[in-house]
T-cell receptor, first 113, second 113 residues
Framework: DGGITQSPKYLFRKEGQNVTLSCEQN?????MYWYRQDPGQGLRLIYY???????QKGDIAEGYSVSREKKESFPLTVTSAQKNPTAFYLC????????????FGPGTRLTVL | KQEVTQIPAALSVPEGENLVLNCSFT??????LQWFRQDPGKGLTSLLL?????REQTSGRLNASLDKSSGRSTLYIAASQPGDSATYLC????????????FGTGTRLQVTL
């Protein structure tokens, strides 16, 4: 089955800890994205990558870091510098170029204790 | 800066009714518009994608229209069913930055028996 997987589904973090969220896709998509979703707000773009070994900041990159060492993988690290990390995190991917349709993974819910 | 608005925020209809969800955006220089469905605690499922040169797209009981000049899109759901209950999100990507989506806050739909 082709698709996007995210792990873990639920993640709990103590204040001051860094945590890493996994995102893997087997769709052979070029571009991958990380979004954050908070209640009552639309999804907001954290980071995106259109090619291996390259990535760009989105609208709310502060306190987050990413890497793109393989085409299939785009892990997101939530650092201790992120002031309010409790949220639902969604990973997406797309082929670059027409029609540029984005597909999403099932999400990871991060809670800071 | 692109802003996407979805009205109403919540909608309840009896089973069998036809309904329309609205999406408006402030910058008409879009590359495409996507409608998504999100069930509670889950990721997003892509429903329809409309390219900027298109006026509408259809999939089963769903029909999405796009009017770039007025900055509006509608999602029409025919003969609604309880299984249609979910949050519906629209998102636009801007010309020149085709990969980056700007999301609305969604319409939460409940279809009652």
């Amino acid at each position: 089955d082709g698709g996007i997987t995210q792990s873990p589904k639920y993640l709990f973090r103590k204040e001051g800890q860094n945590v890493t969220l996994s995102c893997e896709q087997n769709l052979n998509h070029d571009a991958m994205y990380w979004y954050r979703q908070d209640p009552g707000q639309g999804l907001r773009l954290i980071y995106y990558s259109q090619i291996v070994n390259d990535f760009q900041k989105g609208d709310i990159a502060e306190g987050y870091s990413v890497s793109r060492e393989k085409k299939e993988s785009f892990p997101l690290t939530v650092t201790s510098a992120q002031k309010n990390p409790t949220a639902f995190y969604l990973c997406a991917s797309t082929l670059t170029g027409f029609p540029n349709e984005q597909f999403f993974g099932p999400g990871t819910r991060l809670t800071v204790l | 800066k692109q802003e996407v608005t979805q009205i109403p925020a919540a909608l309840s209809v009896p089973e069998g009714e036809n309904l329309v969800l609205n999406c408006s955006f402030t910058d008409s220089a879009i590359y495409n518009l996507q409608w998504f469905r999100q069930d509670p605690g889950k990721g997003l499922t892509s429903l329809l994608l409309i390219q900027s040169s298109q006026r509408e797209q259809t999939s089963g009981r769903l029909n999405a229209s796009l009017d770039k000049s007025s900055g509006r899109s509608t999602l029409y759901i025919a003969a609604s069913q309880p299984g249609d209950s979910a949050t519906y999100l629209c998102a636009v990507s801007r010309t020149g930055t085709a990969s980056k989506l700007t999301f609305g806050t969604g319409t939460r739909l409940q279809v009652t028996l």
